[in-house]
């Protein structure tokens, strides 16, 4: 009676211990990771862009302009201004990522961090200040040039990135810095090792957030004589030229959809594997 009880639990307990393998059965494969640049994300937006600049030339191209416009608009004026526009905003973001990152780094580590509210407070000042009013301040210092207004645009978008940059360290669970110091790393290879990488995200979304905003404020660097497509925008309005004003808003707007889109891709593309939602 022992034996007939026991020999089922026993063929149960086989047939348990069998591998997938040997009951027919396979192992599902592993997934493949998701790629991160999809079509839609590559293509979508820079056809968008395209077809708004199209058919912005083909409305220029057939409307009745007189001689103001023309002279506004003719020659190689508008690829001055985008120039002009695009140096602005790549100078002014440069010199705000040499300030704001290090500073942010800084004011995280032990011996500063009693000083980030106050640090912090001062660029919320300089971005509260409006742009006119900071840029009239700065054309009395400074005087007139491309100068004061790339000085206005560094305190102006400062803010987001040194916030963004002070919040990502913060955020790191301070087990994993420990960790790393109890293995040996540096505190210069903790940061750069460990703390950086994983602050990236936020990090990039605050270069990103200052990118915009440099794109929009360089269109007020034509009151402080720095030039841009804000001069085709002030044109339009002064001399009532609506193809010229429409011509410089519309080229503002692209060149800012334009830099977001590729500052998406960067953010995209230096954010780690582990660190990407979904």
Do not use: C
Request: hydrophobic content about 50%; proline content about 5%; aromatic content about 4%.
């Amino acid at each position: 009676m022992s034996d007939a009880s026991s020999g089922p639990s026993q063929e149960g307990v086989d047939q348990d211990l069998l591998t997938e393998e040997e009951q027919g059965g396979r192992a599902p494969a592993p997934r493949a990771p998701e790629r991160r640049f999809v079509w839609r994300k590559l293509v979508v937006m820079p056809v968008v862009l395209a077809l708004v600049l199209l058919a912005t030339y083909l409305w220029i191209s057939h409307a009745r302009l007189d001689t103001i416009a023309e002279n506004s608009l003719a020659g190689g004026n508008v690829k001055l201004r985008l120039w002009q526009h695009v140096k602005l905003t790549a100078v002014s973001t440069f010199w705000v990522l040499v300030i704001a990152v290090p500073l942010g780094i800084a004011l995280t580590r032990r011996r500063l961090s009693r000083g980030a509210p106050l640090v912090t407070a001062v660029a919320n000042v300089g971005q509260a200040t409006p742009v006119i009013g900071l840029l009239a301040l700065l054309v009395i210092w400074l005087g007139i040039g491309p100068t004061t207004a790339i000085v206005g645009m560094v305190v102006y978008a400062v803010l987001p990135v040194l916030s963004n940059t002070v919040a990502g360290l913060r955020a790191i669970d301070p087990q994993l810095v420990e960790a790393s110091r109890g293995i040996g790393m540096s505190a210069a290879g903790t940061l750069t090792r460990v703390e950086l990488p994983l602050a990236v995200p936020l990090i990039l979304a605050g270069v990103r957030t200052a990118l915009v905003i440099n794109v929009g404020t360089a269109t007020l660097a034509t009151f402080g004589g720095g030039g841009g497509l804000g001069d085709l925008i002030t044109s339009g309005i002064q001399t009532q030229r609506t193809a010229v004003l429409v011509l410089g808003s519309v080229l503002t707007v692209v060149l800012a959809l334009l830099v977001d889109w590729l500052a998406s891709l960067v953010e995209l593309a230096m954010t780690p594997r582990g660190l990407e939602e979904g």
